[in-house]
């Protein structure tokens, strides 16, 4: 099995930052694709930041320019920095990491940690 521990998200004020941490352990063999979500009350969960393990990175256009996604390969971890936060940033932010393990590449999800950002 993948465990998914984050860290990070807190209550802050309009216009500070936070920085989320996602850290994956567990049998597999690589880590492919690593990328952030986020779900506000009332609507879906929507992309936020994506990498891939070659240092490929995409980003919703509702943070480009404020939030930036990294990894270190050799802790197995992700990062999300975001900056200039705003109060539509509010939702709880999961973690999502594709892997490789013996019998092919599979999905894993974090347990969410709260973003509140207040005006």
């Known amino acids: 099995q993948v465990q998914l521990v984050e860290s990070g998200g807190a209550l802050v004020q309009a216009g500070g930052s936070l920085r989320l941490s996602c850290a994956a352990s567990?049998?597999?063999?690589?880590?492919?694709?690593m990328a952030w979500y986020r779900q506000a009350p009332g609507k879906q969960r929507e992309l936020v930041a994506a990498t891939t393990n070659s240092g490929r990175t995409n980003y919703a256009d509702g943070v480009k320019g404020r939030f930036t996604i990294s990894r270190d390969n050799a802790k197995n971890t992700v990062y999300l920095q975001m900056n200039s936060l705003k109060p539509e940033d509010t939702a709880v932010y999961y973690c999502?990491?594709?892997?490789?393990?013996?019998?092919?590449?599979?999905?894993?999800w974090g347990q969410g940690t709260q973003v509140t950002v207040s005006s």
């Open positions: 999502n990491v594709n892997v490789w393990r013996l019998t092919g590449n599979y999905d894993y």
């Open positions: 567990g049998s597999f063999f690589s880590i492919n694709a």
